[in-house]
């Protein structure tokens, strides 16, 4: 079952819905006879609940669109009841570019609020703030508006919070890791970040204000989850193949049967194999996913190996290439396995298994 569904795609980013989304109209219905509302002024508290969320959108295609030009891709944005979150693929490592990215939607927050500024002033003559805090004055267009406008403020105000993972708190750490560099910097936003959740707990729980309880959890729980991600992104980075390759490697041939595969996964040794032809020629590569569907189907593990079970041949590296470069290419060539060279000669091999058994030992 999936969790999300996709509302529409723009500039080629598609926007979802996370399933979660639907308990909007439990609490639009709940605010609604909370405060005694009619159904036609629930219906309007109902419709801005929906703008507020365009409004997020928007916000959101600001990192996004910022994101591309400095060349990074952005996988989707998804929509939940507490907000929204763009989903880049990385975040550059330049802190002015990580700066400009997490600007960006707050700017947008700003632009609106300017826009609808001068729609509520020059176009029906009224006044930028609401007359009062009454959901009832929705249902009067012009009131309408500066409830936006107040919105799309506090949208900007909350989130340049400085508490890592929002906006504010990518501002902080970028800024702090102009002078102390990106794993430190990190450190100390997620630290405040985590300070700052523990307040918005408290005074949840004091006044009363569900919401807020929540994203002080939610930012909480997640304020430490990219320090790991740096740390490991840097080990990667600072090593290279020649340093974790496997020297001795099984190197099968397409005569040789399935269950030769099979016997070195159950011994807990390799599970991706280069294959050759009878010239020794690599064929290709047979990886754990393929070995699991074979089980799974009942072939017959005494057969040869086919050609068709092998995926392309592996991409090819130097014992030089950075383990981050190489992540790249299996995620790019969606391999498990590339084979290191040297002077046109396999030397060795590099793994998934190899990279993360890696990681849990020195991250």
């Known amino acids: 079952m999936q969790s999300s569904l996709r509302i529409g795609t723009f500039f080629n980013i598609p926007v979802k819905i996370h399933w979660t989304f639907g308990f909007l109209v439990v609490f639009v219905i709940y605010i609604g006879f909370l405060n005694n509302l009619y159904w036609n002024e629930i219906l309007a508290f109902g419709l801005y609940v929906l703008v507020l969320f365009l409004c997020v959108i928007f916000h959101e295609y600001g990192h996004?669109?910022?994101?591309?030009?400095?060349?990074?891709?952005?996988?989707?944005i998804i929509l939940?009841?507490?907000?929204?979150?763009?989903?880049?693929?990385?975040?550059?490592?330049?802190?002015?570019?990580?700066?400009?990215?997490?600007?960006?939607?707050p700017a947008v927050n700003v632009i609106l609020a300017i826009?609808?500024?001068l729609v509520a002033v020059f176009v029906f003559n009224g006044s930028v703030f609401p007359t009062s805090s009454d959901l009832e004055l929705l249902?009067?267009?012009?009131?309408?508006?500066?409830?936006?406008?107040?919105?799309?403020?506090?949208?900007?105000?909350?989130?340049?919070v400085p508490a890592f993972p929002m906006d504010g708190g990518r501002v902080l750490r970028s800024l702090l890791a102009m002078k102390w560099g990106r794993l430190k910097a990190t450190q100390i936003a997620q630290l405040i970040g985590k300070i700052i959740a523990i307040v918005f707990v408290i005074i949840g729980l004091m006044y009363g204000h569900i919401m807020l309880g929540l994203i002080g959890l939610f930012i909480y729980f997640t304020a430490g989850s990219e320090t790991k991600g740096i740390a490991v992104h840097q080990l990667l980075r600072s090593t290279e193949a020649g340093e974790v390759m496997r020297t001795s490697f099984t190197k099968l041939n397409l005569s040789d049967p399935i269950s030769l595969a099979l016997d070195s996964v159950k011994?807990?040794?390799e599970k991706n194999f280069l294959v050759s032809d009878s010239m020794g020629n690599i064929s290709g590569m047979l990886d754990q996913d393929v070995l699991v569907y074979l089980i799974k189907s009942g072939e017959n593990i005494k057969d040869k190996i086919a050609a068709h079970y092998l995926s392309p041949h592996p991409v090819s590296v130097s014992t030089s290439t950075r383990?981050?470069?190489?992540?790249?290419?299996?995620?790019?060539?969606?391999?498990s396995l590339v084979v290191v060279k040297e002077k046109d000669e396999v030397i060795g091999v590099v793994d998934k298994e190899i990279i993360n058994d890696y990681i849990n030992l020195y991250a």
């Open 64 to 76: 996004a669109l910022m994101a591309r030009k400095y060349g990074v891709t952005t996988r989707d």
């Open 80 to 105: 939940s009841p507490i907000g929204g979150i763009a989903r880049l693929e990385n975040i550059p490592e330049e802190p002015v570019k990580e700066l400009m990215i997490a600007l960006a939607g």
């Open 115 to 117: 826009v609808l500024s």
């Open 139 to 160: 249902v009067i267009p012009s009131e309408f508006i500066s409830f936006v406008i107040i919105m799309n403020i506090a949208l900007f105000v909350f989130n340049l």
């Open 267 to 269: 011994r807990g040794g």
């Open 323 to 335: 383990l981050t470069e190489i992540w790249e290419l299996m995620q790019k060539n969606k391999t």
